[in-house]
């Protein structure tokens, strides 16, 4: 596939990602600008999306995005296709300001590394797994790198440590956003290690301790962590997040990137799973209205029984660090949305059945699961003979 019909066709994807966010992308005008540019950072394909729309709305709010845009794009083709939609609005009779000579030809990086401890996170991904980086400046001879992934169940399942260029690692933080998605978010190096340490000691505790990691952190840290709050309460306020329709609006959630892979784990769901096995196998005869009734009333009991324990433990701290992900990323308002369920986790309120974010996810998991396994039934009943 050429280059052109690669980049169409992360056009086109884009562009569905964003009508299935309830983005218009057919009759847009001056007043989609700061919906459209709200979207940047979800993804490669949306970003390219979103650049090749505001090609298309002849507004002055339009090319003073793209114009910045243009200076800051650490991303070669969307790059171009900054200038591209630059050349349009040029075609609709705007004037296009070029950079200054002075102004340096290569884009800002992703990592902005100084002269102390740098430390980055991912986005917590559908099995609660982080990614997390340290990287302390050595010198002359580039920088020692600290990497771990930690998954909040089963502590730090993989860590590692490597001696690299500045440019490597922005190479590795780029390809990661390419390639999945993900961004690697500015985190204050303390809050990184303890999440490392505290997967460590989980690993541990479990038999899977990494042997190496405490000669790999010693570089960083030698002694245990410092008790810390967490570093999204310094960049939102916890005073309004309960405000307004949250509790309906915390579904939305759901439909950014990096939620679309969550489900609950298997054997969280299991007991549920069952019984909504049993209800469809019950003898009563059942008519619609009352089998999504009692699909329901199965729901609002894992809601309340799951998010209650240990799993809404588990959970808060996932939606705390989902917080400062949407909150780095630009996306404020579903920054505030995962912070008030992380808050409503930690206060055990258990008056969640009309939050619609856990009710979401539970009926997301359920269906997954009973997919899987009525896939799995089918297979292995049928007659024909695979090859």
């Known amino acids: 596939m050429s280059k052109k019909d690669l980049r169409e066709e992360a056009i086109k994807k884009g562009l569905e990602e964003l009508r299935y966010s309830g983005i218009e992308t057919e009759n847009i005008s001056a007043g989609s600008v700061g919906l459209l540019t709200a979207q940047l950072g979800r993804g490669h394909g949306t970003d390219l999306a979103v650049v090749f729309l505001l090609g298309r709305i002849a507004d002055p709010a339009a090319l003073e995005f793209l114009t910045s845009l243009e200076k800051r794009a650490a991303d070669k083709e969307i790059r171009k296709e900054v200038r591209r939609s630059l050349f349009k609005l040029a075609q609709k009779g705007f004037t296009v300001p070029r950079p200054e000579p002075n102004e340096p030809a290569n884009p800002k990086p992703i990592l902005k590394l100084g002269s102390e401890i740098e430390g980055y996170l991912s986005s917590v991904d559908g099995a ?36 690299l260029r500045r440019k490597e690692l922005r190479r590795m933080a780029e390809e990661i956003k390419k390639n999945h998605g993900v961004t690697m978010i500015s985190i204050p190096w303390e809050y ?14 479990l038999g899977r301790g990494e042997l190496e990691f405490p000669s790999l952190r010693s570089i960083f840290n030698a002694s245990k962590p410092k008790p810390l709050s967490h570093p999204v309460y310094d960049c939102l306020s916890t005073d309004d997040v309960h405000s307004g329709a949250w509790r309906e609006l915390s579904r939305s959630l759901l439909d950014e990137p990096e939620f679309r892979p969550w489900v609950l784990d298997e054997d969280w769901v299991k007991p ?9 196998e019950s003898r009563l005869v059942l008519n619609q209205v009352q089998k999504e ?9 894992a809601v309340r029984e799951l998010f209650s324990g240990e799993v809404g433990r588990l959970f808060q701290k996932r939606m705390e660090d989902m917080a400062l992900y949407l909150y780095e990323t630009k ?3 579903q920054a505030k949305l995962a912070l008030a369920l992380a808050l409503q986790l930690k206060e055990e309120n258990l008056g969640m059945l009309d939050i619609s974010f856990f009710t979401g996810l539970v009926q997301k998991s359920l269906v997954f699961y009973l997919s899987q396994a009525k896939t799995k039934a089918a297979e292995e009943t049928s007659l024909i003979v695979k090859p």
Do not use: C, H, N
């Open 272 to 280: 549920y799973l069952e019984k909504v096995g049993t209800a469809q």
């Open 192 to 205: 990184g290690d303890q999440i490392l340490y505290e997967g460590f000691e989980k690993a541990r505790a």
């Open 293 to 301: 009734e009692r699909f329901a009333s199965i729901v609002r009991d």
């Open 331 to 333: 996306r404020e308002e």
């Open 128 to 163: 609660g797994g982080r990614l997390v980086w340290l990287a302390r400046p050595q010198a002359g001879s580039g920088l020692q790198l600290l990497q771990g992934m930690v998954s909040d169940r089963e502590g730090l399942v993989q860590a590692g440590g490597a001696l």
